[in-house]
């Protein structure tokens, strides 16, 4: 019965050892498709925020917070503001900034290999003024000590243009670049006349600021003029009452010029990033505002810089769509998996005719190499000559015997059994072949010795 079951099984031995090298070939690689051609997202990236109190740093904590819900660990750096960023952007020092519309251009962003993410929201220009402040118009500014900030900010590059349209040379003011924190405190001291910067209404030095005794923002009366003159800036209106409708402040509606606040990213961010920080965005700053309506921000629009295309997916057709019901990892797990199924498909189409084949050789190869020895007996049998072949045949039949022990207790799959009985059939027809030289050799003995008839 074990003879039996040899004979008869499935010979799983051979197909391992005639696949294996095939599949760990196919394994090694499929997963160095899987880690080269689609990495895993990392786990880390540093985000370029802005000024101490600024909409950008409150911004940048809020991007933390999301993405740390997927394990993702959003490093915020502080910096001077949009020109500082576009800097560290392009240096590879970060690997995301918040930047003002208007920072750069369209052909030097690509150059430099970054990517909209999407416009986030309106960051009007507020300049603060001291009252009394005969103030109403930017001309009026000549002679006023103001503060622009520091040229990494973007507003001094943007005021000047302003100025310009009215008239007013940088000669004719005396010009601070403190930062936003310490020019608020030259103004409240009344060392300063007027301070200037872009941001959100939601930075803590805007609401503190229009809520100050004393302090008076101005009024861009013209500031649909400025939209049209400069195409990187829209009209916004600050509400009468915004800030608090009890008190009724601001005590008027105020016409602002607005950036749009863009986050932008290199151009190797890795795309299930993208897909991160824009759901994020949407999240953050997809409500209703002071300058915006539901769902108008984010937004592919009023950026100058070219819209990364996992983006531009999201504005069109939303989240992926393996990521509104698993978790991220999970989903960027499935979505990267085509690269593999890919990789395999690729891989053993071709392999897979070569594995059968050889499996079959494998198997009647342990019948075949016996077809070896049979010819070296009928060769040997040949070359006997005279007195020897009767020797020699005796030999070469226990030889037989031994081959047919050995061939009999072979381990082949049933279907592979012509090849086993006819190797046998073939040691008898040998045999055959042997026991007859071998009775002819003993006829020729036999002859040989009897006695010669006397004539």
């Known amino acids: 019965m074990t003879n039996i079951r040899k004979f008869t099984r499935f010979s799983f031995g051979d197909l391992v050892a005639t696949a294996g090298p095939t599949v760990v070939v196919i394994a090694v690689l499929c997963a160095a498709a899987y880690l080269i051609v ?73 150059r430099a290999g970054l990517v909209s993410l999407g416009s986030l929201f309106t960051e009007p220009v507020w300049l603060f003024m ?48 403190l930062e936003n924190t310490p020019a608020t405190v030259e103004l409240l001291e009344g060392r300063i006349d007027a301070l200037v910067f872009s941001s959100g209404p939601e930075a803590p030095l805007v609401q503190m600021l229009l809520q100050t005794p004393g302090i008076k923002l101005f009024d861009f009366t013209q500031a649909e003029a400025y939209s049209r003159r400069l195409p990187f800036v829209t009209h916004v ?49 997809g409500d209703t505002g002071w300058f915006q309506t539901q769902g108008q921000f984010p937004s592919a629009r009023f950026t100058e810089i070219p819209v990364a295309r996992e983006a531009e997916k999201f504005y069109k057709n939303g989240p992926p769509l393996l990521q509104r019901y698993m978790s991220f990892w999970m989903a960027n797990l499935l979505d990267r998996m085509w690269v593999v199924v890919v990789a395999l498909a690729a891989l053993w189409i071709p392999l897979s005719k070569v594995v059968p084949p050889l499996y079959v050789w494998r198997i009647k190869s342990r019948v075949y190499r016996w077809y070896g020895q049979l010819r070296t007996v009928e060769q040997e049998l040949d070359a006997a000559q005279g007195e020897q ?48 030289v071998a009775a002819a050799a003993a006829e020729e003995a036999a002859a040989a010795a009897a006695p010669v008839p006397a004539v």
């Open 38 to 110: 689609d990495p895993a997202p990392p786990r880390q990236v540093v985000l370029a925020t802005g000024q101490e109190n600024s909409a950008y740093e409150e911004f940048g904590k809020e991007y933390a917070a999301a993405l740390a819900k997927h394990d993702i660990t959003v490093t915020t750096r502080r910096s001077l503001g949009s020109q500082e960023n576009l800097e560290r952007l392009n240096a590879g020092k970060v690997d995301i900034a918040f930047v003002q519309s208007g920072s750069t251009e369209e052909q030097a962003a690509r």
């Open 237 to 285: 209106v600050l509400p009468r009452g915004i800030v608090d409708v009890g008190r009724d402040i601001p005590a008027q509606d105020y016409h602002l010029i607005a950036p749009t606040a863009t986050l932008v990213a290199r151009d190797d961010l890795h795309p299930a990033l993208v897909d991160l920080f824009v759901q994020a965005a949407s999240q953050i700053h």
């Open 130 to 177: 001291r009252e009394p402040a005969a103030v109403t118009r930017l001309a009026d500014l000549k002679g006023k000590r103001i503060n622009l900030g520091p040229e990494g900010t973007g507003v001094p590059k943007l005021l000047r243009k302003v100025l310009e349209l009215n008239g007013v040379e940088p000669a004719d003011l005396t010009i601070g670049a």
């Open 389 to 436: 072949r009767a020797q020699v045949s005796v030999a070469l039949l226990a030889r037989l015997d031994e081959i047919e022990a050995m061939v009999n207790q072979i381990s082949i799959p049933l279907a592979f059994a012509d090849a086993l009985y006819g190797l046998r059939s073939h040691i008898n027809f040998v045999r055959q072949r042997v026991r007859a």
